[in-house]
């Protein structure tokens, strides 16, 4: 089974860059994707296929992938990008089955 | 648009068991696998198990077999997981979260608002 392991935190000032990686030996064979959750809220996709972003998801948000390390940025950070980000990988076991990374705590100060 | 409905806040006692619902509409029932991930409280998102409505074959997270059972009524377009022998451990946020389409990769693109299951004696 993969581990994905992400920092448990990330602050920084609105309009700044904001970088979340996510390590693991799910890459580079697994795609990477992206949710956010704000408090009391289910998570929404908003990256997916690496780099990819859905219909709604705002310009700002990019996704990267070198090596064992997938990013999410966010560039231009709001203060309403608030909130708890998750990488997602396709577990070793099978396709369909899934594994989260610990999640990190995006702070915008 | 796309909806998934889940089902009420539950509150079990340690030994019994607890079935989540979540009916789906905005599109075609059949063609899309549903996946069911947790969250206990203040953690983070943990997957059980995903279930194809075609069918219904399904795959569990190793840690919950034996313990999760995954069914679908496509009379209905209702999902449903069904947890046994709960403990402490099992309180948490249950989602329903469908799943992509396609076979080459896996994710949610679309996710329920959670079912609250609180197993307390």
């Known amino acids: 089974s993969y581990e994905l392991t992400q920092p448990p935190s990330v602050s920084v000032s609105p309009g700044q860059t904001a970088r979340i990686t996510c390590s693991g030996d799910?890459?580079?064979?697994?795609?990477a994707f992206w949710y956010q959750q704000k408090p009391g809220q289910a998570p929404v996709l908003v990256i997916y296929k690496d780099s990819e972003r859905p219909s709604g998801i705002p310009e700002r948000f990019s996704g990267s992938s070198s090596g064992t390390t997938v990013t999410l940025t966010i560039s231009g950070v709001q203060a309403e990008d608030e909130a708890d980000y998750y990488c997602q990988s396709a577990d070793s076991i099978g396709l369909f089955h899934v594994v989260f990374g610990g999640g990190t705590k995006l702070t915008v100060l | 648009q796309v909806q998934l409905v889940q089902s009420g806040a539950e509150v079990k006692k340690p030994g019994a068991s607890v079935k989540v619902s979540c009916k789906a509409s905005g599109y075609t029932f059949s063609s899309y696998y549903m996946h069911w991930v947790r969250q206990a409280p203040g953690q983070g998102l943990e997957w059980m198990g995903i279930?194809?409505?075609?069918?219904?074959?399904?795959s569990y997270a190793q840690k919950l077999q034996g313990r999760i059972t995954l069914t679908r009524d496509a009379s209905t377009s209702t999902f449903y997981m069904d947890l046994s022998s709960l403990t402490s451990d099992d309180t948490a946020v249950y989602y329903c979260?469908?799943?992509?389409?396609?076979?080459?990769?896996?994710?949610?693109?679309?996710w329920g608002k959670g079912t609250t299951v609180t197993v307390s004696s």
């Open positions: 279930i194809n409505p075609s069918g219904g074959s399904t």
């Open positions: 799910a890459w580079p064979k697994r795609y």
């Open positions: 979260a469908r799943k992509n389409s396609g076979d080459e990769s896996t994710y949610m693109d679309v």
